[in-house]
């Protein structure tokens, strides 16, 4: 099993311009989260899904898209970057509902000038 | 009053020591509980689940207060390899969709 896996690793984008965050899982897994951690603000989440075709907002979710045509991958849409959305955005995956341990994948940083 | 709030540190303690941090939630209604460990410029591991019993794993106890709606972790007989930060995790909701982390607390040993 590989877990949860994202692309790219880091990357740097000009102010205005748009980009795809890859994260795949292969746990079969229904719940699926992005987050994003700035320094002294912990992880904040962007988007979530329930499963294949749900998907719903959380606390930051203003200038980002998301979509989830399949259980393995959930991608995290950039329209239009900000130098604000300059962070480290973590994708996490979930088994079920209550008490399930989630886990993350490596991360992205991303730098938007 | 933030949802989850933890005292960010740092805790610089000698190798051997034992420490231990504090999470407070704001939300009676929280449903589960857990302590992340995260390493610097890694994503969050988790380090144990919190139940209503309490629950130790080696030099590791979790313990949940409902009444002043706290949880806490000790760490006894701390080893290097302890460094990191410490996440805590709460669940305010009755479904698990929006878990909310604590900014973490920062956690060094020395030698």
């Known amino acids: 099993n590989a877990g949860v896996t994202q692309t790219p690793k880091f990357q740097v984008l000009k102010t205005g311009q748009s980009m795809t965050l890859q994260c795949a899982q292969d746990?079969?897994?229904?719940?699926m989260s992005w987050y994003r951690q700035d320094p002294g603000m912990g992880l904040r989440l962007i988007h979530y899904s329930v499963g294949a075709g749900i998907t719903d907002q959380g606390e930051v979710p203003n200038g980002y898209n998301v979509s989830r045509s399949t259980t393995e991958d959930f991608p995290l849409r950039l329209l239009s970057a900000a130098p604000s959305q300059t962070s480290v955005y973590f994708c996490?995956?979930?088994?079920?509902?209550?008490?399930?341990?989630?886990?993350f994948g490596p991360g992205t940083r991303l730098t938007v000038t | 009053r933030k949802e989850v709030e933890q005292d960010p540190g740092p805790f610089n303690v000698p190798e051997g020591a034992t420490v231990a941090f504090n999470c407070t939630y704001s939300?009676?209604?929280?449903?589960?509980f857990f302590w992340y460990r995260q390493d610097c410029r890694k994503e969050p591991k988790l380090l144990m689940s919190v139940y209503s019993s309490g629950n130790e794993d080696g030099r590791f106890t979790a313990q949940l207060n409902r009444a002043s709606q706290y949880i806490s972790l000790l760490i006894r007989d701390s080893k290097l390899s302890d460094s990191a930060t410490y996440l805590c995790v709460v669940n305010p909701y009755s479904s698990a969709s929006k878990i909310i982390f604590g900014s973490g607390t920062r956690l060094s040993i020395r030698p």
């Open positions: 996490a995956s979930r088994g079920g509902d209550l008490g399930y341990e989630q886990y």
């Open positions: 939300n009676s209604a929280s449903q589960s």
């Open positions: 746990m079969n897994h229904e719940y």
